[in-house]
């Protein structure tokens, strides 16, 4: 100790002197046959090939298909005489596959697949948003579930429930103005959709100077309003496969037939009928899938003829539709009428108060019929 300069002695924490307190532990309790060396070896892989398997559980909450399952599965009925007679009723238009997955009865077409309550918010964002989506309303919506395959009790209710959350849109009448500026959408803006119904989320605008000026632009954000297209700008080559999907992917009210049905003569597979499983994706065989198309092909001529009926049908009620308020009128010789101005004869200059016919003239001569 003399030798030292100085000596200074500091109290260590026990939490801090734990490897030491370890190794002497150690030291003290080893008897002489125990060697002091210490091996320690590192396993990369396990000694043994034990395969542990992992099963993913879900459980789902009570809904109105299980008294209707539990009675075609199990012949299982409820306590409750009403809620018995009630489940006699729905099991006429149901039927069980072997998966326990429940299908109902269509009046047109095959059987739809009923859906649990919480997997109707995954279809109804797929059809309307998604890759084949059209952002089309309730009613049209339900019906495109129901043309994928699928069913709900309150299948209508939900639809509309979700269109109108999600994607509630307003329409409003156009208004005549003699000159269109980035002042006069402003007003309109204001007084015909926001103190009417609120300030929108986004207004779908198309490339007008009037609607892509710089103060319109400001007007907008500092109401908090998104331009629909403008995220979309510069990308429409990547959003073009897309749209293109989505209409040829709906049916027409005209045909009542999809473009791809047409194409092909088959009923395209949704991403939705993917990723819910239905009943053409659980029992699809690649041979079965194969000879039926081209069975289809050979039939599709026959279709679009059939196709090409329907739709001349559907504009000649359109064209009775359009002209049952239409009067029959026969001018004789010597009646004054009017000319309809169109296309070079009309006066660019009058603007929208231009009259629309020019004369009058005299009728010299009846030529037809």
Not at 75 to 82: G, N, R, T
Not at 178 to 193: E, P, S
Not at 340 to 348: A, D, E, T
Request: net charge positive; proline share 4%; with cysteine.
């Amino acid at each position: 100790m003399d030798r030292f300069c100085g000596v200074r002695v500091v109290q260590v924490a026990r939490g801090q002197n734990r490897h030491a307190d370890s190794l002497a532990i150690l030291a003290s309790s080893l008897t002489e046959e125990v060697p002091r060396l210490i091996k320690v070896e590192l396993v990369d892989e396990p000694s043994i090939n034990a395969r542990v398997s992992v099963s993913l559980i879900t459980t789902t909450e009570p809904c109105w298909m299980d008294p209707i399952i539990d009675f075609l599965a199990e012949d299982q009925v409820p306590a409750d005489e009403k809620e018995v007679e009630k489940v006699h009723q729905a099991a006429a238009w149901n039927w069980l596959l072997a998966d326990c997955k429940l299908y109902r009865r269509s009046f047109k077409g095959p059987y739809l697949q009923c859906l649990h309550p919480s997997k109707i918010e995954e279809l109804l964002t797929e059809l309307h948003e998604g890759v084949c989506g059209s952002h089309v309303g309730g009613r049209l919506l339900a019906h495109r579930a129901m043309t994928q395959g699928f069913w709900r009790l309150q299948m209508q209710k939900d639809a509309t429930e979700y269109a109108r959350k999600y994607y509630f849109t307003k329409r409003v009448e156009a208004e005549a103005l003699a000159n269109i500026r980035d002042v006069n959408v402003k007003k309109f803006v204001w007084r015909n959709i926001v103190r009417r119904f609120g300030v929108p989320e986004s207004l779908a605008l198309d490339n007008g100077l009037q609607l892509n000026s710089k103060a319109f632009d400001e007007y907008c954000s500092s109401l908090g309003i998104k331009n629909k297209l403008e995220a979309a700008k510069g990308r429409w080559a990547e959003e073009l496969p897309n749209v293109l999907w989505a209409y040829r992917t709906t049916p027409r009210r005209s045909t009542g037939k999809t473009l791809f049905s047409l194409t092909y003569g088959a009923k395209v597979v949704m991403p939705t009928e993917i990723n819910l499983c239905s009943a053409r994706i659980s029992g699809f065989s690649p041979a079965e899938s194969v000879e039926l198309v081209v069975s289809k092909l050979n039939l599709l001529e026959e279709h679009r003829e059939s196709v090409t009926i329907r739709l001349v049908e559907y504009q000649q009620k359109l064209a009775r539709r359009d002209n049952r308020d239409v009067r029959r009128k026969e001018f004789s010789v010597g009646d004054l009428v009017l000319r309809k101005v169109v296309g070079n004869n009309r006066n660019v200059n009058a603007g929208k108060l231009a009259p629309t016919g020019e004369g009058p003239y005299r009728v010299t001569a009846i030529t037809g019929t």
